[in-house]
């Protein structure tokens, strides 16, 4: 091969190392930032993009929303608690030219500010605070990154606290706190429900004062409900002996007064009987009371 082959064979290499670098394809999620000679030149939308080799330098920034998670920092709460918060951050380019121009890189400079924005926003809080209002404390932290990031050509939109680790013996603090709040409330509750209770007691007693039977048909149920299991022992309440004095001479009243209103001739030996029977097994009246009326 002689000389000219040689030639023309460099050349094309070069221009096919040229082509290659001046054919540049920007994607559809990135924008890019041409420079000429160091100067800026503007922008390049997405598509087919051909640049001056050697003398033009395209940056690709990408637009997608960026995760960049914050590692977690040792905090002192307001209320002098340490506890250790990690947390992370979502933000995206709005301004490619910033993006390059302003600030070197864009990612540790934002983690950094992330990190420094967390421990002075959390700090200002109490630890029942930062674990009941997480929602607003993301919000917070969300603003402060947003309106330093601005005029680095950037968008933070979401800041979320994801793990919170609390000492060990604040963990056995807030299990007792909880365990004496529960109990307070079964205390509360139980309170209530015996106040409740005697409220009822009260009106059953009133009704049970105007209607005295009611007492000892609740005893006489009371005997039946323990007769239902096999007990040896059968214990009878006081006033149930009277009681059966009681509903006997209730009985014999009732039959006296059935005799005196019966018509005249009727002899009803079996009611006369009944009248002799009751209140002799009472005692509450004498064999003299047991002669029939005239």
Same mark, same amino acid.
Request: hydrophobic share 45%; glycine share 6%; net charge negative.
């Given at each position: 091969?002689?000389?000219?082959?040689?030639?023309?064979?460099?050349?094309? =290499?070069?221009?096919?190392?040229?082509?290659?670098?001046?054919?540049?394809? @920007?994607?559809?999620?990135?924008?890019?930032?041409?420079?000429?000679?160091?100067?800026?030149?503007?922008t390049r939308e997405?598509?087919?993009?051909? =640049? =001056?080799?050697?003398?033009?330098?395209?940056?690709?920034?990408?637009?997608?929303?960026?995760?960049?998670?914050?590692?977690?920092?040792?905090?002192?709460?307001?209320? $002098?608690?340490?506890?250790? %918060?990690?947390?992370?951050?979502?933000?995206? @380019?709005?301004?490619?030219?910033?993006?390059?121009? %302003? =600030?070197?890189?864009?990612?540790?400079?934002?983690?950094?500010?992330?990190?420094?924005?967390?421990?002075?926003? @959390?700090?200002?809080?109490?630890?029942?605070?930062?674990?009941?209002?997480?929602?607003?404390?993301?919000?917070?932290?969300?603003?402060?990154?947003? !309106?330093?990031?601005?005029?680095?050509?950037?968008? %933070?939109?979401?800041?979320?606290?994801?793990?919170?680790?609390?000492?060990?013996?604040?963990?056995?603090?807030?299990?007792?706190?909880?365990?004496?709040?529960?109990?307070?409330?079964?205390?509360?509750? $139980?309170?209530?429900?015996?106040?409740?209770?005697?409220s009822r007691l009260?009106?059953?007693?009133?009704?049970?004062?105007?209607?005295?039977?009611?007492?000892?048909?609740?005893?006489?149920?009371?005997?039946?409900?323990?007769?239902?299991?096999?007990?040896? +022992?059968?214990?009878?309440?006081?006033?149930?002996?009277?009681?059966?004095?009681?509903?006997? +001479?209730?009985?014999? !009243?009732?039959?006296?007064?059935?005799?005196?209103?019966?018509?005249?001739?009727?002899?009803?030996?079996?009611?006369?009987?009944?009248? %002799?029977?009751?209140?002799?097994?009472?005692?509450a009246l004498t064999?003299?009371?047991?002669?029939?009326?005239?």
């Amino acid at each position: 091969m002689n000389a000219s082959a040689w030639i023309l064979t460099l050349i094309l =290499i070069l221009v096919l190392i040229g082509l290659g670098m001046a054919i540049k394809i @920007v994607k559809q999620y990135e924008k890019g930032v041409l420079f000429r000679f160091g100067r800026l030149e503007g922008t390049r939308e997405p598509g087919f993009r051909i =640049i =001056i080799p050697v003398v033009d330098v395209l940056h690709r920034i990408s637009l997608r929303i960026v995760t960049m998670p914050i590692q977690s920092q040792g905090i002192i709460t307001k209320d $002098n608690v340490s506890v250790d %918060v990690a947390a992370v951050a979502y933000f995206r @380019v709005v301004d490619a030219v910033k993006s390059v121009i %302003v =600030i070197e890189n864009v990612t540790a400079a934002i983690n950094q500010i992330a990190q420094t924005t967390l421990r002075n926003v @959390v700090g200002q809080h109490a630890l029942d605070e930062i674990l009941a209002e997480t929602d607003r404390i993301n919000e917070d932290i969300r603003l402060i990154l947003d !309106r330093t990031t601005t005029s680095w050509g950037l968008e %933070v939109t979401l800041v979320e606290l994801k793990d919170i680790q609390l000492p060990d013996s604040m963990k056995r603090a807030m299990a007792r706190q909880a365990e004496a709040e529960r109990e307070k409330r079964a205390k509360i509750i $139980n309170a209530e429900g015996e106040h409740l209770a005697a409220s009822r007691l009260g009106d059953a007693s009133d009704i049970m004062m105007a209607h005295p039977l009611a007492l000892q048909l609740r005893n006489l149920q009371t005997l039946v409900e323990l007769g239902v299991d096999k007990n040896t +022992t059968v214990v009878f309440p006081a006033p149930l002996m009277s009681t059966i004095g009681e509903l006997g +001479t209730f009985l014999a !009243r009732e039959e006296m007064a059935a005799t005196a209103n019966a018509p005249a001739g009727v002899d009803d030996s079996a009611t006369a009987q009944g009248q %002799v029977a009751a209140p002799e097994a009472n005692g509450a009246l004498t064999p003299a009371d047991t002669t029939p009326p005239h």
